[in-house]
C-alpha cells in the first residue's frame, strides 16, 4: 500500500538519516572520545606496570601474560587478553545501549521519526554506527599495545607460552582474527545492550543492563556443576581467540563461540526491531 508520505515528491525513505551523518554526530560525543581516551591508555599503564613492577614470569607453568615483554606482539596480545573480559565489553554496551534510549532522554526521538525517518531506518542506522564503533574500539587496542610494545620491547616474533614463535607477519595476521572473533563473541553483548535500548528512555539503564547481563554469564560459567550447558554461554568461549595463538590454530573453540553468540543476538534484534515496529514513541 502506497501512503500520501511514500508518493511525495522527492522522498526517498533509504536516504533518510545518512550513516555518515549519524557517524558525525556519535564521534562528537564526550564518552565517545572518553572510551578512545580510555582503550589508547591502557597499553601505557600496563606497560608502566611492567616497568615498575619488573620483568613478568615466575616458577610456575608459563602463560600469556609471563611472555608479555619479549615483543611488541606478545604485549599486544596481553592486552588484548587482560582487556577481553570486561573492558572491551564497556564500550560495545555503550556504544549500542545509548542508542534509541539516548534519543529518547532527549525527547528528540519523536522528532527523528516526524523528518520523517523510518522506524526500520532509524534502527538500521544506529545499530551499524554503533557496531562500526565496537568494532573500532576492539582494533584501537591491539593495534596501540603493538606500538607501544615495538617501542618498550622491540620488533620480534610472537613467542608463544606453550613454546615455539610465530615470525611477525604470521602473528599480525593471527592477532587480526583474535579480534575479528573477539568482536564477533561480542555480539551478544551489543544486541542485549541495542534491545534494551528500545525498551527503556534511560540510557544507563541499557548500558548497565547489557553489562550486567554479561557478568551474570561469566558467573553462571564458573559454577562448574553446571557441565555441559556451559556450552550454550557465550561467556564460555570468550577467550577462544587464544586458540589461534598457537603454532597449529584450533578453530572448532571460535566456530562453536561465534555460532552461540550469532544465535543469541539474531534473537535479540528480531526482538528490538519488532518491539519498536509498534512503540508508542512519547519522548
Known amino acids: 500500500m502506497t501512503t500520501a508520505l511514500d508518493a511525495a515528491p522527492g522522498y526517498r525513505p533509504h536516504r533518510t538519516l545518512p550513516l555518515r551523518v549519524e557517524a558525525v554526530r556519535q564521534l562528537r560525543r564526550r564518552r565517545t572520545q572518553v572510551v578512545a581516551a580510555l582503550l589508547v591508555a591502557l597499553p601505557f599503564v600496563v606497560a608502566a606496570a611492567f616497568a615498575v613492577g619488573g620483568e613478568p614470569g615466575g616458577d610456575?607453568?608459563?602463560?600469556?601474560?609471563?611472555?608479555?615483554t619479549v615483543s611488541g606482539a606478545n604485549f599486544a596480545a596481553t592486552c588484548l587478553f587482560l582487556a577481553t573480559g570486561f573492558l572491551l565489553v564497556?564500550?560495545?554496551?555503550?556504544f549500542?545501549?545509548?542508542t534509541i534510549a539516548a534519543e529518547a532522554n532527549w525527547s528528540s526521538l519523536r522528532y527523528l521519526l516526524a523528518a520523517p525517518v523510518p522506524r526500520a531506518r532509524l534502527l538500521t542506522a544506529k545499530l551499524a554506527v554503533a557496531l562500526l564503533f565496537s568494532a573500532a574500539a576492539m582494533a584501537v587496542?591491539?593495534?596501540?599495545?603493538?606500538?607501544?610494545?615495538?617501542?618498550?620491547?622491540?620488533?620480534?616474533?610472537?613467542?608463544?607460552?606453550?613454546?615455539?614463535?610465530?615470525?611477525?607477519?604470521?602473528?599480525?595476521?593471527?592477532?587480526?582474527?583474535a579480534v575479528g572473533y573477539v568482536f564477533v563473541s561480542q555480539l551478544i553483548t551489543a544486541a542485549a545492550a541495542f534491545w534494551?535500548?528500545?525498551?527503556?528512555?534511560?540510557?544507563?539503564g541499557a548500558v548497565g543492563g547489557a553489562i550486567g547481563l554479561t557478568i551474570v554469564g561469566s558467573i553462571l560459567d564458573a559454577i562448574t556443576a553446571l557441565g555441559s550447558w556451559r556450552e550454550f554461554l557465550p561467556a564460555h568461549w570468550q577467550f577462544a581467540w587464544a586458540d589461534a595463538l598457537q603454532p597449529?590454530?584450533?578453530?572448532?573453540?571460535?566456530?562453536?563461540?561465534?555460532?552461540?553468540?550469532?544465535?543469541f543476538a539474531l534473537v535479540l534484534f528480531a526482538?528490538?526491531?519488532?518491539?519498536?515496529?509498534?512503540?508508542d514513541i512519547v519522548s
Open 196 to 204: 534494551l535500548s528500545t525498551v527503556t528512555d534511560a540510557p544507563l
Open 248 to 263: 597449529d590454530p584450533e578453530w572448532g573453540g571460535m566456530i562453536r563461540g561465534s555460532a552461540v553468540s550469532v544465535a
Open 60 to 68: 610456575q607453568e608459563s602463560t600469556l601474560l609471563d611472555t608479555a
Open 141 to 177: 587496542l591491539p593495534l596501540v599495545a603493538l606500538g607501544v610494545g615495538s617501542v618498550a620491547y622491540g620488533w620480534g616474533p610472537l613467542v608463544l607460552p606453550t613454546g615455539g614463535s610465530l615470525g611477525a607477519g604470521d602473528a599480525a595476521a593471527r592477532l587480526a582474527v
Open 90 to 94: 564497556v564500550p560495545v554496551a555503550l
Open 271 to 279: 526482538l528490538a526491531y519488532r518491539g519498536f515496529r509498534t512503540k
Open 96 to 98: 549500542c545501549g545509548d
